[in-house]
């Protein structure tokens, strides 16, 4: 089986920082695009915040632009997402997401992976 599995976020003050982590395990073979998303409260629709290809392109959300950073080691299945100059509106459930193939069974197979969440809120 595969998993993502997410850590570092937490409660921070605004103009603060904080780095999340997203690792993936299992019977992995290629990591393509790995994606961080975040969802606000009040059932607000998903927002792709960065996105980062496997030869290390990255693209980033116009919101965050000049403030967040995302990187990945593809040894490691590992991609992270530094978050500086935080402010209120960054408030959220951040997502990381994974498009790989894996095997399951004698099958190989290719789709996308989510994490399980980490909550992020900035507020003094």
């Known amino acids: 089986q595969v998993q993502l599995v997410e850590s570092g976020g937490g409660l921070v003050q605004p103009g603060g920082s904080l780095r999340l982590s997203c690792a993936a395990s299992?019977?992995?073979?290629?990591?393509?695009?790995m994606d961080w998303y975040r969802q606000a409260p009040g059932g607000k629709q998903p927002e792709l915040v960065a996105?980062?290809?496997?030869?290390?392109?990255?693209n980033y959300a116009d919101s965050v632009k000049g403030r967040f950073t995302i990187s990945r080691d593809n040894a490691k299945n590992t991609v992270w997402l530094q978050m500086n100059s935080l402010k209120p509106e960054d408030t959220a459930v951040y997502y990381c997401k994974a498009d790989m193939t894996f095997a399951t069974g004698s099958d190989i197979r290719r789709n996308d992976y989510w994490g399980q969440g980490t909550q992020v809120t900035v507020s003094s």
């Open positions: 299992g019977s992995i073979f290629s990591i393509y695009n």
């Open positions: 996105s980062i290809t496997n030869e290390g392109s990255a």
